[in-house]
Structure formats: structure tokens, C-alpha cells
T-cell receptor
């Protein structure tokens, strides 16, 4: 497998502020990382695919100017939620792609926007 | 568009009572079908990848099988620590690694 960490695990912020979430691949150099969002009792929804050294690929309906993704190195990708609003409150999970097609997930970040 | 439907949505078992979870999928060409376990407030934990119809994989009390339309996750003599949500996901053939997830089956095993 692969060991993936996320920081912070929980964050509470005020509406209108920006929040940065880090995703680190601890034992593997990840060319590709993925960012997902999960609302209560719903499935994981892919937000974007992050490729090291290039621009992220966003899924339809995901605002790239609101969810800024930076994959600056083979071990770190960051997701910044800009001008967060209560409807952005969710569970954000990153994963790394390894091998043929498997993905290994981080522990997730619970974002609450007041 | 790829679709993944899991059933039942929730399942309650007595300890030792074996059962199966179902994952039905629609995909133009299957590259891989994945099973994950997710505990509350945590990220999914990888269990299995299945690539072609007829394939089976086992891990402790879990066994995953695959046909051209669905996959089953069989749980033999479950224990309370098997309680979790089990997620099924599919990846379409082609160069793109996008994975489509089902909503999951929430399993509760009662001592």
C-alpha cells in the first residue's frame, strides 16, 4: 500500500476565510494525487486530480478558483478552500495513485465553516 | 456515465452470522473494481482490487468476487470489529484514473 497523511484533521473557520489542507505521501513518490469530498451519507465525490508539476484537472461542477490545488512535489499536494462558506463544510479526503490503478487514502480533514 | 449501486444500504448481523454485500456496476469497459472499508470519520482503507469476471480475492473473513455486472463481498463469521461502511468503486478502462464510488453498505455486527 501507501501511507498518506493529512493536516489538519479538523478545522473550524469563519465564513469568508480561506483554509489550506495538506496531503502528504509518506512512503511513496506520488505523481498523481486525488482530492475527494464526502457529505454525510453520500459517496466520495472526486473533486480534482492533482499532477505533480502541472495544473490540476477539475471535475465538472467544481470551481477551480474556489478550490485551489497545488502539487508542488512528489510527496505534497495542498487544497485551499478560498472564501469558505457553510455549504463548503464537508469531509475532504486525498488519495495517492500507486501501481496500475489503485488508490490509497489519507485519514481525511473535517472542515466546518461557521 | 459509470454507475455503482450498493445494497443493502445497511446491514445488521449477529456475530458469526455470515452474509454478503452486493455491488452492481455499469461501466463501458472495466479496468478495475475496488472494495474499501471506511470507519466513521476516517479515510477509506483499501481491501481488494478485482480485474476480470470470475476473479476472487480473500483476506481474513472477507472474500470478494466479480462477475460482468456485479461484485459480492462475502463476510464469513463476522466479528464486531468488522463493523464499518464498505465501499465499492469502479474504474473505467482507458488512461484516466478516475474512480467512481458507490454510497456504501453500513455493516453493524452485534456481539
Amino acid at each position: 500500500g501507501a501511507v498518506v497523511s493529512q493536516h489538519p484533521s479538523r478545522v473550524i473557520c469563519k465564513s469568508g476565510t480561506s483554509v489550506k489542507i495538506e496531503c502528504r505521501s509518506l512512503d511513496f513518490q506520488a505523481t498523481t494525487m486525488f482530492w475527494y469530498r464526502q457529505f454525510p451519507k453520500q459517496s466520495l465525490m472526486l473533486m480534482a486530480t492533482s499532477n505533480e508539476g502541472s495544473k490540476a484537472t477539475y471535475e465538472q461542477g467544481v470551481e477551480k478558483d474556489k478550490f485551489l490545488i497545488n502539487h508542488a512535489s512528489l510527496t505534497l499536494s495542498t487544497l485551499t478552500v478560498t472564501s469558505a462558506h457553510p455549504e463548503d463544510s464537508s469531509f475532504y479526503i486525498c488519495s495517492v495513485g500507486k501501481g496500475y490503478n489503485e488508490q490509497f487514502f489519507g485519514p481525511g480533514t473535517r472542515l466546518t465553516v461557521l | 456515465e459509470d454507475q455503482v449501486t450498493q445494497s443493502p444500504e445497511a446491514l445488521r448481523l449477529q456475530e458469526g452470522e455470515s452474509s454478503s454485500l452486493n455491488c452492481s456496476y455499469t461501466v463501458s469497459g472495466l479496468r478495475g473494481l475496488f472494495w474499501y472499508r471506511q470507519d466513521p470519520g476516517k479515510g477509506p482503507e483499501f481491501l481488494f482490487t478485482l480485474y476480470s469476471a470470475g476473479e476472487e480475492k480473500e483476506k481474513e473473513r472477507l472474500k470478494a468476487t466479480l462477475t460482468k455486472k456485479e461484485s459480492f463481498l462475502h463476510i464469513t463469521a463476522p466479528k464486531p470489529e468488522d463493523s464499518a461502511t464498505y465501499l465499492c468503486a469502479v474504474q473505467e478502462s482507458g488512461g484516466y484514473q478516475k474512480v467512481t464510488f458507490g454510497i456504501g453498505t453500513k455493516l453493524q455486527v452485534i456481539p
